[in-house]
């Protein structure tokens, strides 16, 4: 086997949590085939982040340059496929992150290399790789080869691996590989924070989130009350702002807030990955739902299987009878 | 402005009880409501808004079996003006490689300006398709794009990014964009849009209109191989809470009592 090449995210002079994660799991494929893990980071002014990888890298490949000041996967793209033509190797790990996402595909047409996205496992199999991927929200698992390519790339699901600090001493090596101009095609403009809202949810050590399983926005009266009761904060998953039920601000999950709340109750969520990323450190996590195989079930401590509409007011009541 | 939107029918498994198919390749679609992918419902509105505001045409296309136009009338319905199914078995079961490649040549022979899908589908969850097209298109691409605003020659998006942060992007026209749910309000079809969507053509093509031969299309012209569906393996779980709402509840309260929350 020839090399696990890891891409390196980061933004604002921080690696991302994925990059270690996808170092670790890379260590593990490098150990079962006899090679070595290569970091690629590029970036403009990224020596330090450089010398952090060498913790977790045999190999460190840094392209320091201007171009690569804010991310663009126009330019991105072009460079690590040099890269990844001049060291050929067995297979290239990217974050499946917005980041990710908008660069793996593109690099799999200019490489003419299968990709397989949002992986939750890959593992050596004979002489070849098998990823692990999930479907239908959760519900399936699918194994997937890559044929007889020589090159494969994956994006890895973020906290699909708990990543482990190491003591490698790894080299960093500085590429001198062309850096195209910023094409005009793709022009990165700024990037905009996200506005502040009435509530900080991330303040609150109760929690009471809701999803598309509350089906109406009347049902929202139900959960401030319930809420109130435990004196939370109410929030959400993606689709209940979609609807415009709830702003922006209190969405739980990997494109809005990460919570660590004492106490989180999860009101039919169905518990996508990307909601998950954003409350599974939480204390104590609570789920009512009426499907028993939402994947909420699996990150939750305590569960209700059963419709939202009766078991929130039977607890409300069982709450309050308790106090009394 | 002329305006392509790739459109997928998925199964709705949201609360469904989802089982594999005998050959470990594919779920049991018996029971299960057919319906568009959500993000590309958010991509269809999102060309009948431009369309609205600036003089456009919208053309729907899907690759899928027949119950599949039942996706392209809504859509005509809403107000798309043309519809095209790329209706062959063997375009069928490939991975986003070959479901690109085909929408690729059947796009690729179109007047197009803009090209607008969803980030991701419901079901397979590749998240892939949007951005594989646009390269194979030779034009740029932004994926999950939560605000758009056309300019002359250009658009300008909204990326939303990872902890509510957003990266703004300048493209040229023509492009393909892949949109995050959220972006507008998707409208419900008139009873008379879908009376009058009921009697339009849906042209259709097959691999060999595309000019793809046998291994370019379908499974053989996948890069990447399903080998297997699974369960996901049973974790530890949740303890579940058990009997009645009101003993289920009851048993909970004291859960949240004992733990100081109640």
Known sequence: ?324 | MKIVVCVKQVPDTAEADVKLGSDGRGIEMEGLPLQINESDNYALEESLLIKEDRDGEVTVITLGPESADEVLRMSMAKGADEAVRLADPALEGGDAWAVALALAKAIGGMEYDLVLTGCMASDDGMTQVGVTLAEMLGVPHATYVTEMEIGDGSVTVGRELEGGLVERVEMSLPAVVTIQTGINEPRYASIMGIAKAAKREIHTKSAADLCLDAGEAGEAGSRTKLLKLDYPPAGEGAEILDGTPSEASAKLANVLKEKGFA
């Not at chain 1, 690569?68 to 190797?89: C, H, K, T």
């Not at chain 1, 009471?208 to 904060?233: H, S, T």
């Open chain 1, 1 to 324: 086997m020839n090399d696990v090449l890891v891409l390196a995210e980061h933004l604002n002079g921080e690696l991302k949590d994925v990059t270690f994660e996808m170092l670790t799991h890379a260590r593990v494929l490098a150990d079962a085939g006899g090679a070595k893990v290569a970091a690629v980071l590029f970036g403009s002014g990224v020596g330090d982040l450089a010398e952090k990888l060498t913790a977790e890298a045999d190999e460190v490949l840094v392209r320091d340059h201007d171009g690569f000041a804010n991310y663009n996967s126009a330019v991105y793209q072009p460079v690590l496929a040099d890269v990844i033509r001049g060291r050929e190797p067995s297979v290239v790990m990217i974050g499946h992150t917005a980041f990710g996402v908008d660069l793996a595909p593109s690099l799999s047409v200019a490489l003419d290399a299968p990709l397989a996205t949002d992986l939750i496992d890959l593992a050596v199999e004979g002489t070849d790789l098998v990823a692990t991927r999930q479907t239908h929200g959760g519900k399936v698992n699918e194994r997937v080869g890559f044929g007889d390519a020589a090159v494969r790339l994956v994006t890895v699901r973020p906290a699909a691996f708990a990543p482990q600090a190491g003591s490698r001493g790894g080299s960093v090596i500085a590429l001198d590989t062309d850096v195209p101009q910023e094409p005009a095609f793709r022009r990165f403009v700024e990037y905009v924070e996200a506005a502040a809202g009435d509530v900080d949810i991330t303040k609150s050590d109760v929690v009471i989130a809701i999803g598309r399983g509350i089906k109406e926005e009347e049902n929202l009266a139900m959960i401030n009350e319930f809420a109130e009761l435990l004196g939370g904060v109410v929030a959400c998953s993606r689709p209940v702002v979609d609807a415009g039920w709830l702003p922006k601000d209190r969405q739980v999950g990997s494109s809005g807030k990460t919570v660590k709340p004492k106490l989180y109750v999860a009101i039919g969520v169905s518990g996508q990955f990307q909601h998950v990323a954003g409350m599974k450190s939480a204390e104590t996590i609570v789920a009512i739902n009426k499907d028993p195989k939402a994947p909420i079930f699996q990150a939750a401590h305590f569960g209700i299987v059963g419709d939202l509409m009766k078991v929130v007011p039977a607890l409300t009541e069982k709450i309050t009878e308790l106090r009394a």
